[in-house]
């Protein structure tokens, strides 16, 4: 199939900057876990139409395999060959964005993170996924204050004998994350973590070994973001998450490394929703991504945009936050003047 693929016809960047003498020069390695470049595509291959096409199954996939996902990461995330990654977590307090609440629905910052000494999500064993939920419950069960709350092992929130588990289990990944090997045994080995006042939410072993999640039906940008800091301080000294000098945090998928953070709000727009051209001018300025109500790939509805961060990868996270609730602003502004 790999064979047939080099001749066949891809939009990924994978398809881009793999060629097959890079292919057959780089087949035979493996990683520290065993990890090859063909498990890494494979997702690429089964699906033609993937924009990326590529998952590392370990930390050491980014090294062993740099020939290829150095291209598609200076492509995707615009940066430049030897950039080098600085986290930053010094942010000021910002004022809401919108106080009265007119226009921002809800604000929600996700940061992916996987632990070091583990395979990614595409290349865990079921043994090897059910050690990493323990130790992971373990140190979820050590949060404190606000933070603290219940973990929910996915097998029995979806049978639904709980009132209280509606709304807490996250769907299999798609058709891209199957191929690649992420949703292998689902949902065995898989859970979700909430606070009691369920304004913090950790997902383990979705696409990531955990997608950490400060929410809140606010526009407070600066308080969501404290609370996620709080928990990461808590969590990264028990966890040891994956973090590379030139990529920072070390992703499933190229396209969620550096921050590694997706910051956003639900906004109702309603004027701007007959005025995209304006909206998507304002994204292109602050360096946001539009998608719609429900996310990647979905429509909007009732003029209800999900508006996030597009960069990832070569600025802090103080930065990112700071240029969302600017754009915030700016886009809030325009909507009142139309
Ligand atoms: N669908 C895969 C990955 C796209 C990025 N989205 C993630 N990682 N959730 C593709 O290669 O198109």
């Not at 865990?124 to 092992?153: H, M, N, Q, V």
């Not at 028990?238 to 998928?253: E, I, K, M, P, V």
Request: some cysteine; proline content about 4%; overall charge neutral.
């Amino acid at each position: 199939m790999t064979a047939t693929w080099f001749s066949g016809t891809s939009s990924s960047l994978v398809k881009k900057h793999l060629s097959q003498a890079l292919f057959k020069s780089l087949e035979h390695l493996e990683t520290a876990s065993g990890f090859t470049l063909e498990k890494a595509i494979r997702s690429g291959i089964q699906n033609p139409d993937s924009s990326i096409g590529i998952y590392a199954g370990d930390a050491d996939s980014y090294q062993v395999f740099s020939p290829v996902f150095d291209p598609v990461i200076s492509e995707y995330h615009n940066f430049p060959k030897g950039g080098t990654h600085v986290s930053d977590f010094a942010l000021p307090d910002l004022p809401p964005a919108d106080p009265g609440g007119k226009y921002i629905l809800s604000t929600r910052i996700r940061v992916a993170r996987n632990l070091k000494d583990y395979s990614f999500p595409a290349n865990l064993t079921l043994s090897c996924r059910k050690a990493l939920e323990k130790k992971i419950i373990r140190a979820l069960g050590l949060l404190e204050s606000d933070l603290a709350g219940e973990y929910r092992p996915l097998e029995d929130v979806g049978k639904g004998h709980r009132p209280e588990d509606k709304g807490l289990a996250f769907e299999k990944g798609d058709r891209f994350q199957d191929a690649a090997g992420i949703n292998s045994d689902f949902p065995k080995g898989r859970g979700v973590f909430h606070s009691l006042d369920r304004k913090l939410m950790v997902w383990v072993n979705e696409e990531d070994h955990l997608r950490i999640m400060s929410l809140e039906r606010s526009s407070h940008l600066s308080l969501v973001f404290h609370r996620l800091c709080r928990a990461l301080q808590a969590l990264s000294p028990r966890l040891g998450f994956a973090f590379d000098h030139r990529l920072g945090y070390l992703t499933s998928c190229p396209t969620n490394l550096g921050t590694a953070m997706r910051a956003g709000v639900h906004i109702r727009l309603e004027k701007l929703d007959r005025k995209k051209e304006l909206l998507h001018g304002l994204a292109k300025e602050y360096h946001l991504q539009i998608r719609g109500t429900r996310g990647e790939k979905t429509e909007v509805e009732d003029a209800v945009f999900d508006i996030s961060n597009a960069q990832r990868l070569g600025i802090g996270e103080a930065a990112v936050i700071q240029t969302l609730h600017q754009g915030l602003l700016a886009i809030i502004k325009a909507e009142e003047t139309l």
